[in-house]
């Protein structure tokens, strides 16, 4: 099947509009590595763009002084984040003293999670959600307990409360895992809403790490409010990374942030875990959240246009298929339900599982999005789909999606 999709770059300031297929297709990462080369890949989390300028040279004057030792900087790195969300977000509460320097987002939850429950514990999140949250902390010794998210993509108060009870039954110490903005809905959860959040997890007794790794990418419509900044929430954790809003996630890098009455905890995590970063991570991550605003601001300008357009492709091509423009990421969580009474899966399962439509969307359309049984209760019948390429990639992949349907 043909691409039909320009293979000449524009010269726009868009970073999603400067590379071409041909050149998407010389890449050795996930991405455009996992499926053969017919397939235009809109599944994993890696944006079609160029590094931003300055991140791009940092990097090559690091390897031309051959600066490519073991990793330092981490307090720079603090520094710039709180200077970033002091810009971006109005709050100035980032401390460098409770912050430490961890391998990536993940792994830093996980590394938050040893020090403040036990194996047996239980841990909630809200479904459908990112699927390594059911792994890694699984993994870990900590059973999962989930709270839907209701129709609306949004925190239910009340499903919340219940899963803390659940989760808590027998007296077992109770960890809550907050995705905002949320993977794969999109969601942007209000200052309201975390406060609410807050007030059960004191009541309750629930210790709450945030993933925040998407918090610069929060689209025109929606504000992005850091949890630590809430009434309530002294004693939670942001696990946070410059990965996902600047692409950097080859470059390993993240910063677990503690609450005031948190540090403690944050200083028992083992000294060994500060070894995982990169240099060239940290240095990347340190000089996108200094210098890399500008490249962001025209970024979301242009996931802003593609989730515009995306809307008006679906309408088109797909009308069958429920979408509800997120507020913030560049995933797109699409309910395909409609499109057959097949199920897609029983349960959360690796990234890389495929069925129902994403199957189908593979075999006939050939177009590689995430399958929505990964992502726990809630998913089966969805897709995630990557919308960080450019509006005639984007263009190319809805349509053929929309050919095949209408084929069966």
């Known amino acids: ?26 890449r050795t990462s996930l991405k455009w590595q996992a499926y053969p ?15 931003a300028e300055p991140i791009a040279a940092a990097l090559q004057q690091a390897i031309a002084r051959g600066d490519t030792g073991y990793p330092a900087g981490a307090r720079d790195y603090a520094r710039a984040l709180a200077d970033f969300a002091s810009r971006r977000w109005g709050w100035d509460g980032l401390e460098v003293t409770r912050t430490a320097i961890v391998p990536d987002v993940m792994l830093g939850i996980v590394e938050v999670l040893r020090v403040v429950s ?18 890694f902390t699984e993994h870990a010794g900590r059973p999962v307990t989930e709270a839907r998210l209701d129709e609306a993509g949004r925190i239910d108060p009340d499903a919340l409360e219940q899963a803390f009870r659940t989760a808590g039954a027998g007296g077992r110490g109770v960890v809550y895992l907050l995705c905002n903005p949320h993977n794969p809905t999109g ?28 918090a610069p990418l929060v ?3 929606a504000e992005f409010t850091p949890y630590l900044s809430v009434p309530g929430a002294e004693d939670a954790f942001s696990v946070i990374s410059a990965s996902k809003a600047w692409n950097l996630a080859g470059l390993k890098a993240a910063l677990a942030v503690a609450g005031p009455e948190s ?69 797109a969580w699409l309910d395909c339900r409609t499109l057959s ?26 177009v590689a999005l995430s399958s929505g049984h990964v992502f726990g209760t809630g998913g089966a019948g969805h897709v995630r789909l990557n919308f960080a390429t450019s509006p005639d990639l984007l263009t190319a992949a809805v349509t053929r999606m929309g050919t095949a349907v209408a084929g069966r």
């Open 1 to 26: 099947m043909t691409a039909n999709v320009p293979d000449t770059p524009a010269t726009d300031r868009n970073p999603l509009t400067r590379l071409s297929l041909a050149q998407l297709r010389t």
């Open 118 to 135: 036990a194996p047996g514990d239980g841990v909630v999140v809200n479904s459908p959600v990112y699927p390594p949250f059911y792994a």
């Open 263 to 331: 540090a403690a905890d944050l200083a028992a995590i083992p000294e060994e875990v500060s070894h995982g970063p990169s240099h060239l991570g940290v240095l990347a991550h340190t000089v996108a959240l200094a210098e890399g605003e500008p490249w962001l601001d025209a970024l979301l300008a242009g996931l802003d246009a593609n989730r515009a357009l995306l809307g008006r492709l679906l309408a088109e091509h797909l009308p069958q298929v429920g979408y509800r423009p997120p507020e913030g990421t560049y995933l």
């Open 219 to 221: 689209l025109p419509g």
């Open 187 to 214: 969601t942007v959860h209000t200052r309201e809403e975390l406060s609410a959040v807050a007030a059960l997890a004191r009541r309750y007794r629930v210790r709450v790490i945030a993933d925040e790794i998407h």
């Open 37 to 51: 080369s017919d397939v235009l890949p809109l599944w994993v989390a890696e944006m079609d763009v160029l590094p």
């Open 341 to 366: 009474d097949d199920t897609d899966g029983d349960g959360p399962g690796t990234v890389r599982e495929l069925a129902g439509p994403a199957r189908f969307f593979l075999d006939h359309a050939r």
